[in-house]
């Protein structure tokens, strides 16, 4: 077992006014996003951890990602400086729930001009690989290299050029296990491990996230599905249709440390 919590925010119902690069998939659906919701929190809550369920913020339409405005590892915790305008704020609103495992010595900030999101963020280990992207900037991953070394941690810089997030195409399922897709595929930095490519037309479920032993997929997506369960993980499956229309995963809707 590795991950003893979770955190998670309830969605809002400003969460149809939430970001998007789809807009041809629709509007979310508040009533649906909180029963996927729900059932999101019910599969983690099969998996050994305990769940800190915060309420819903109206200010932020995205705050239900709760990912981004936090990194969160054994070590420290780090408020990040999330690089998309609206959702800066959340970083604010993360505190509190962070002080409740963590010293204020143990929590460290990114701080202006360096932005950086969570999503970002992939954790293999003591090394962090970090996307540079739209949202996480050259300062941002310097601040968070620094950081992560006074702590006995790596960190390594991957140029995104499709993807939001690094966590939108690649995620790591621990026993040198990878799900990559897309740009992720042939790009340098992985070859160690086992990757597994997934297929374009299923690329949204790249974001599967591993939790004590446990994976939770993407409902709707087969290949993937079949993939992770030829591994021999433990697999639920979880609907995520009105977080897809946001750009969100599986992973972005938790803190997992
Ligand atoms: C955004 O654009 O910020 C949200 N609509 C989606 C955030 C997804 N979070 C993540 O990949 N960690």
């Known amino acids: 077992k590795k991950f003893s919590h979770v955190i998670v925010r309830r969605p809002c119902r400003a969460m149809v006014e939430g970001i998007t690069s789809a807009p041809e998939l629709g509007k979310p659906d508040y009533e649906l996003a909180m029963r996927e919701h729900d059932d999101y929190i019910s599969a983690l809550s099969r998996c050994d951890v305990d769940i800190t369920i915060l309420p819903a913020d109206e200010?932020?339409?995205?705050?239900?990602?709760?990912?981004?405005?936090?990194?969160?590892?054994?070590?420290?915790?780090?408020?990040?400086?999330?690089?998309?305008?609206?959702?800066?704020?959340?970083?604010?609103?993360?505190?509190?729930?962070?002080?409740?495992f963590f010293p204020a010595d143990k929590i460290e900030y990114i701080h202006d001009p360096g932005t950086l999101e969570g999503g970002d963020v992939m954790m293999a280990g003591d090394h962090f690989y970090v996307g540079r992207s739209a949202r996480t900037n050259e300062e941002g991953i310097k601040q968070l290299t620094e950081i992560l070394a006074k702590y006995g941690m790596t960190c390594s810089e991957v140029k995104l050029e499709e993807v939001l997030h690094l966590k939108t195409g690649v995620n790591y399922l621990e026993d040198n296990n990878m799900l990559v897709s897309g740009e992720f595929v042939n790009k340098e930095g992985f070859e160690k491990y086992n990757k597994y490519e997934i297929p374009e037309n299923e690329a949204y479920a790249a974001n599967c996230i591993w939790v004590n032993g446990t994976v939770i997929v993407p409902e709707g997506y087969p290949t993937v599905l079949e993939t992770v369960k030829s591994l021999g993980y433990k697999v639920l499956v979880v609907d995520t249709s009105e977080y897809r229309k946001l750009d969100g995963g599986l992973s972005c809707l938790s803190l997992r440390f």
């Open 59 to 100: 200010r932020y339409p995205d705050s239900c990602f709760v990912e981004d405005p936090a990194l969160i590892t054994k070590a420290c915790a780090i408020i990040t400086n999330p690089g998309a305008k609206t959702r800066n704020g959340e970083k604010n609103e993360i505190i509190g729930a962070v002080r409740e």
